[in-house]
């Protein structure tokens, strides 16, 4: 980083009377993605999850998200009696599982999850099934009521392989923030940095399940701040 500080000062500071070249801040970003590809971020998912849901990840680990993940979870929690028949039926017919920007992904954030604001982690929290889901059934009426009572709060913390990331989520241009920002530079973008992994995370890079509500639950999202409380 150091040998490029002058064509990273000029793309990423408000502070830098310099313009920097495109196509050399280019060459140099992917230089960086190329030697990036080798290494790993930590990363927080948010959820709520059943305890049989967090063994299957601590011992198989993340599979990604879809339609078909999705009917399975919820016809498992029709045969666990954790929800009836209709209400399994109705959760399949209207869910989001398969949008263009949910299907075959898992995202994380890479910096405490707090940082995104109650507003940004709290439905991921409170509803199983997360976005997927909540986001079908009108907040207050009686699926959202049935999402809200099953599972726990937790926070997936895991390693994600960089070479993972969808192109577009590699971390370089926040990295080159962080290095600037050391150096005492005015930024125009955050350093906060998330992304999805294109890739299930092997049960190897679990680091572990960070349950409600526990200590460091509360250290990593602030909910004791927040106006209701989440509930097991």
């Given amino acids: 980083m150091e040998s490029n500080f002058a064509v990273f000062l000029g793309w990423q500071c408000k502070c830098s009377k310099q313009d920097a070249l495109t196509h050399l801040y280019d060459s140099k970003i992917y230089e960086m993605r190329e030697m990036l590809g080798k290494y790993f971020l930590v990363g927080y998912h948010c959820t709520k999850l059943t305890e049989e849901e967090i063994d299957s990840i601590l011992a198989n680990g993340m599979e990604l998200q879809n339609g078909a993940s999705l009917v399975k979870r919820i016809e498992h929690l029709n045969d666990k009696c954790l929800i009836s028949k ?73 390693k994600v392989d960089i070479s993972s990331l969808n192109n577009s989520y590699y971390p370089d241009s926040c990295m080159i923030r962080v290095f600037l920002k050391n150096k005492g530079h005015q930024l125009e973008n955050s350093i906060d940095h998330e992304g999805f992994s294109t890739l299930n995370i092997e049960p190897t890079n679990i680091l572990e399940v960070i349950k409600y509500p526990s200590d460091q639950f509360v250290e990593l999202t602030k909910c004791n701040q927040w106006e209701y409380p989440l509930a097991l």
């Fill in 86 to 158: 209709t209400v399994s039926e109705s959760l399949i017919s209207n869910n989001k599982a398969d949008d263009r920007y949910r299907k075959n992904m898992i995202w994380f954030c890479f910096f405490k999850p707090f940082l995104a604001g109650r507003t940004g982690i709290e439905g991921f929290l409170r509803y199983w099934g997360g976005e997927a889901l909540y986001n079908s059934h009108d907040i207050g009426g009686d699926l959202s009521d049935v999402l809200l009572s099953i599972g726990i709060p937790c926070i997936v913390k895991a």
